[in-house]
């Protein structure tokens, strides 16, 4: 199976801070990567699709980029309801994987 | 409105059964691919089956000869049966449509989940 690895695993911000999640795939996976966001006790939500597309109604603060085995989520100025677990997937193959989650607290 | 709502977890012995139910509205589940994920207590997030629209079924390594997913079309309702539980089954189950995509499927709408325990 394909692994993804994330970093940091965690990471303490402030409000305004440019954040950037970085995801690496243990095998080429061209842009087939998603990212989501998870807040405590609540199920996870869909931000980006294809590493860079942005879902509708997602803020614009947030954006993807990378492809092949490389990828990063950027939160261009971190706003309070940000702080939460963010997780890449890939969906290159059936049997999809997710990486190991980096939360984003507050400094 | 899209609406997933699971039931059906609990608290049960190791080697035992149990069927998790997920009523879905406001699309049609039979016309979708649907899957479930799982999460142990403070652990990351950990896919465990889907049903392609045509009736495809695959399940990760870890369930496979364990876990079965289904539908019932009439009910718009996923399941998903597992047997031979072990404490490692431990999480919350949820359940989500699938939108398929060039290898695989990423997941638009989730439910809120169900605790499984399995004790040992």
């Known amino acids: 199976a394909i692994q993804l690895t994330q970093s940091p695993s965690s990471l303490s911000a402030s409000v305004g801070d440019r954040v950037t999640i970085t995801c690496r795939a243990s095998?080429?996976?061209?842009?087939?990567l998603a990212w989501y966001q998870q807040k405590p006790g609540k199920s996870p939500k869909l931000l980006m699709y294809?590493?860079?597309s942005l879902k509708s109604g997602v803020p614009s603060r947030f954006s993807g980029s990378g492809s092949g085995t490389d990828f990063t989520l950027t939160i261009s100025s971190l706003q309070p309801e940000d702080f939460a677990t963010y997780y890449c997937?890939?969906?290159?193959?059936?049997?999809?994987?997710f990486g190991g989650g980096t939360k984003v607290e507050i400094k | 409105e899209v609406q997933l709502v699971e039931s059906g977890g609990g608290l049960i012995q190791s080697g035992g059964s149990l069927k998790l139910s997920c009523a879905a509205s406001?699309?049609?589940?039979?016309?979708?691919?649907m899957s479930w994920v799982r999460q142990a207590p403070g652990k990351g997030l950990d896919w465990v089956s889907v049903?392609?629209?045509?009736?495809?079924?695959y399940h990760a390594d870890s369930v496979k000869g364990r876990f079965t997913i289904s539908r019932d079309n009439s009910k718009n309702t996923l399941y998903l049966q597992m047997n031979s539980l072990r404490a490692e089954d431990t999480a919350v189950y949820y359940c989500?449509?699938?939108?398929?995509?060039?290898?695989?499927?990423?997941?638009?709408?989730w439910g809120q989940g169900t605790l499984v325990t399995v004790s040992s």
């Open positions: 406001g699309f049609t589940v039979s016309s979708n691919f």
């Open positions: 294809d590493a860079s």
């Open positions: 095998q080429g996976i061209t842009s087939a």
């Open positions: 049903i392609y629209s045509s009736g495809t079924t």
């Open positions: 997937q890939q969906f290159y193959t059936y049997q999809t994987t």
């Open positions: 989500a449509r699938a939108l398929a995509m060039s290898g695989g499927t990423l997941f638009d709408y």
